[in-house]
């Protein structure tokens, strides 16, 4: 693209400006195809930048498919809950969540003689089982599991046994209302047990609508009150926050605070869930080692450990976008894993203004560096600014925990730029469009201009190059379909040649006029002489194409076959150059029968004109010998096409220039 003035130059910049302001418009009212692209974008960013290695503090012990098949299906008696319970506790941990609910009593015989410590009054009218299970939750840091039901707003809390949280609200919102989901228990353990444990979570996720699980609530209210998620409840004991603060304003959560440590909430109190990698990604120690006491002392010490299952059947799984199966402890075992480590991702609130100002500014940056650098040189320059975007983005998540899209961005520079290759298509289209008349007008000049050389020795040269003319589309179009002339004679190859034609004896003006006029036979000296206006007319050409500064321009490479090489003879008899075969040029093997069929049939100095059908046997009788045998063919099937132009275009003159 060449130099564009000022106004083109402002007429792009507000094309690109344009685009932007479309892309913005999709931004802020995104249709789900793009809301879609948009969470692929931060999986894919999260993929490349996320670490696969956890803290080490948090363990899960395993309800596996081992432990069932040596201790029997679930549900187990919760007397041996109750005993695995014990030896987790006894192993060291310091708080144990119970990825579980226990809604209904136990009356199945216990399996093993309760180790646990005596019921308590207060567990009369439980079963065997369950008395030994709450005397266990009553004396350790166990927290249970529930669900919440998020469509029965009427359902009192006092059916269900659940531990609220105690924090300090900075601001609610204009209904006085914690800006949070709001839902009400549903599915709970017996009260007896959730009365005894001394701390309880929910176990509610729900994914994005792409069916992938990218945040986890940590925080619902139901009422006046605040609940923790099953990840959050178990890791409090092990923190041991004295004051807990849920910081928020009228655009929704902010933030929850422990004390000094800030936990970065979306607006309804989620946390981005900073996945350490697939399923398998925290340590696993399956159940029925601990009951059989093949842990190694010291694996479970001040861990946080969640008791949940990967059995086949038992665990309920999602998709994350790290695994396509991912179990569900493991997604408490990440909040927990992601709050130790302070290794947030977020996304803040400026991020909408980051990415719409990005998102502006690309068309106009697009648009110069379109108008400045040309489409040819924008086009990488644009991609390594797409490239930055990315890479930036990746840089952001990885290093800072902090997702910002370069999605729309990227799409801005996109639709700008291609919004501003058919702009600039067009003007360039037009400047095109004038350079190629002008060039066109130019080589007709320069042909014109070769053909009035020509003439200057020849008496009778319109109807003679005229005939040519009309001779050599006819055999190409008839040629352009064989196999070894198809690639060769494009529509625009055949063409040039046409035009071409008229000049394949111009090196005759390095001849005398003596041996061009003479009507007798040439001398030895003279047909040497007569034999090298070929090479007089190839220097000539290739002089002109020297001073112009030319390279390897098709018109002057076909004119120089032309001129050169019309003499060769298919059996490497001819001259110049003693070219045999298809070694000769295809323009001279083309020209080579034209010239000497137009010769015979055309009325000399030193012979009459002879009929086109002699004419023809004679061209016939040299194929294979002086012509190209496809293009006598040719000939042979075009050559009524050619007594018609003869016949239009036959004249009584003399053409001395054919001796």
Not at 168 to 181: H, I, K, M, S, Y
Request: one cysteine or more.
């Amino acid at each position: 693209m060449t130099a564009i003035d000022s106004g083109s130059r402002w007429r792009l910049v507000a094309c690109g400006a344009l685009a932007s302001l479309l892309v913005v418009a999709i931004y802020l009212h995104p249709p789900g195809l793009i809301a879609y692209l948009d969470q692929r974008v931060y999986d894919v960013l999260f993929r490349s930048a996320h670490h696969s290695h956890t803290t080490g503090r948090v363990v899960i012990v395993d309800l596996d498919d081992r432990s069932l098949e040596q201790l029997g299906r679930w549900p187990w008696p919760r007397s041996l809950l109750a005993e695995l319970l014990t030896r987790i506790r006894g192993l060291g941990a310091a708080s144990i969540g119970l990825d579980m609910v226990l809604p209904e009593p136990d009356e199945t015989p216990p399996s093993i003689a309760p180790q646990s410590p005596a019921p308590d009054p207060s567990s009369r009218g439980l079963s065997v089982n369950d008395a030994a299970l709450a005397a266990v939750l009553r004396d350790g840091s166990f927290v249970l599991g529930y669900s919440l039901d998020f469509g029965a707003r009427d359902v009192k809390r006092t059916e269900c046994v659940v531990h609220p949280l105690r924090v300090v609200t900075v601001q609610r919102d204009a209904a006085g209302e914690l800006p949070l989901f709001r839902a009400s228990p549903g599915i709970c353990s017996l009260s007896a047990l959730a009365g005894a444990a001394n701390a309880s979570g929910f176990l509610n996720a729900a994914p994005d609508r792409d069916g992938i699980l990218r945040r986890m609530p940590l925080l619902i209210a139901h009422g006046d009150a605040v609940f923790p998620s099953l990840g959050l409840a178990t890791l409090l004991p092990v923190l041991r926050p004295r004051r807990i603060t849920v910081q928020a304003d009228a655009g929704g959560a902010e933030s929850l605070t422990l004390d000094d440590m800030v936990v970065p909430l979306d607006s309804r109190g989620g946390l981005l869930l900073h996945f350490r990698g697939g399923q398998g990604a925290f340590r696993h120690i399956s159940a029925v080692d601990v009951l059989d006491d093949r842990v190694p002392p010291g694996t479970l010490r001040d861990r946080v450990v969640f008791l949940g299952s990967t059995a086949v059947g038992l665990r309920d799984t999602v998709t994350t976008p790290l695994d396509t199966a991912y179990p569900g402890v493991e997604l408490h075992a990440t909040v927990a894993d992601t709050i130790l480590r302070r290794d947030f991702v977020q996304r803040p609130r400026v991020a909408p203004l980051v990415e719409i100002g990005l998102t502006v500014a690309a068309g106009p940056i697009a648009a110069l560096a379109v108008a400045t650098a040309g489409v040819a040189w924008a086009a990488p320059l644009l991609g390594a600014v797409g490239v930055a975007l990315w890479l930036g983005a990746g840089w952001l998540i990885g290093a800072k925990g902090i997702f910002i899209s370069p999605l729309f961005p990227t799409a801005a520079l996109a639709v700008a730029f291609t919004a501003l290759v058919v702009v600039s298509f067009v003007i360039e289209r037009g400047r095109a469009d004038r350079t190629t008349g002008q060039l066109r007008q130019a080589r007709d000049l320069f042909l014109h201009s070769l053909t009035s050389l020509t003439g200057t020795r020849d008496h009778d040269t319109g109807a003679h190059l005229l005939r040519t003319q009309r001779y050599m589309q006819t055999l190409c179009e008839r040629l352009a379909g064989h196999p070894r002339f198809r690639d060769f004679l494009t529509p625009d190859t055949i063409d040039n040649l046409a035009r071409l034609a008229p000049i394949h004896d111009i090196g005759k003006v390095g001849v005398s006029d003596f041996i061009l006029r003479k009507p007798g036979p040439l001398t030895a000296e003279e047909w040497e002489e007569m034999r090298r206006h070929p090479s007089f007319g190839y220097q000539v050409i290739a002089e002109a194409e020297h001073r112009a500064g030319i390279r390897d321009d098709a018109l002057l490479r076909l004119a120089k076959d032309v001129v050169q090489a019309h003499h060769e003879r298919w059996d490497g008899t001819g001259y110049p150059d003693g070219l045999a075969g298809d070694d000769i040029p295809v323009a001279g093997r083309l020209v080579a029968v034209i010239d000497v069929y137009d010769a015979l049939v055309s009325k000399r100095v030193y012979k009459d004109r002879i009929p086109h059908d002699e004419a023809v046997r004679m061209i016939v009788a040299e194929r294979g010998t002086h012509f190209d045998p496809d293009v006598v063919d040719a000939l042979v099937r075009v050559q009524d096409e050619w007594r018609r132009i003869l016949s239009t275009l036959g004249d009584e003159g003399t053409d001395p220039m054919h001796p």
